[in-house]
């Protein structure tokens, strides 16, 4: 299940990199996102753990500078990536611990 539909990902990669992607590579470009996304929490799961907790704090999450760059462009491209998707995408894969309430509320600020 896809983060985000072909035509919205059409535009983010437009807007963002002036790339045209094919349909035909929709699904390997959403993977990709879908597994570094997963990535991403395991690491975080793990530094929870290591500190002796078993909630995913903001701090926990390995955001680099890049990224968090990366994710400023996003937000003035309002592209809206509705919160509740890539939760349901993620919900595929195995569990992680719960995300503390500050790390959800600021995952909202970043449709």
Avoid at 12 to 23: C, G, N, T
Avoid at 33 to 41: A, F, G, P, R, S
Avoid at 52 to 61: H, L, Y
């Amino acid at each position: 299940m896809a983060v985000v539909g072909f035509t919205k990902l059409q535009e983010i990669f437009r807007k963002s990199a002036s790339l045209d992607i094919h349909k035909g590579h929709a699904k390997e470009v959403t993977d990709i996102v879908e597994q570094k996304l997963y990535d991403m929490l395991i690491i975080a799961q793990k530094n929870a753990k290591y500190n002796g907790r078993d909630v995913i704090w903001v701090a926990d999450m390995p955001i680099t500078k890049g990224f968090e760059e990366t994710v400023e462009i996003f937000k003035k491209l309002e592209a809206e990536i509705d919160a509740k998707d890539v939760a349901q995408t993620l919900s595929f894969y195995p569990p992680v611990l719960s995300l503390e309430i500050e790390l959800e509320n600021k995952s909202r600020t970043y449709q």
